[in-house]
């Protein structure tokens, strides 16, 4: 059997832009990225603390120590700028792996976005 579980987690994180006009996903700084072990296309869920929204998108590449965390497309509609909002991506596994696996969580400081 297989389940899905946490893989990667960005901790409240403040959204710095939202771009109604991009094709879609959501920006994320280069250094957030390595420290949670997220790649360029993987699927995310938003989840938005401010105002509860829940979605789903993949993720781009952004500039790497800018503190991005941009979402783009139909998915800037569930979001305002300043929001804070948590990243969670999942990973199917064999539910004897998913039993020892480490998810990897970061907190970042959530008023720069940058690792602490």
Known sequence: ??????????????????????IGSVTIDEDLMDASNLIENEKVQIVNINNG?????????????????????????????????????YASMDFEEAKIFEPCIIFPDTETNRLV
């Open 53 to 89: 929204e829940r979605f789903e998108t993949y993720v781009i590449r952004g500039k790497r120590k800018s503190g991005d965390i941009i979402l783009n497309g139909p998915a800037a509609r569930k979001v305002v700028v300043g929001d804070v909002v948590i990243i969670v991506s």
């Open 1 to 22: 059997m297989f389940i899905e579980v946490c893989k990667s987690k960005i901790h409240r994180v403040t959204v710095t832009g939202a771009d109604l006009q991009y």
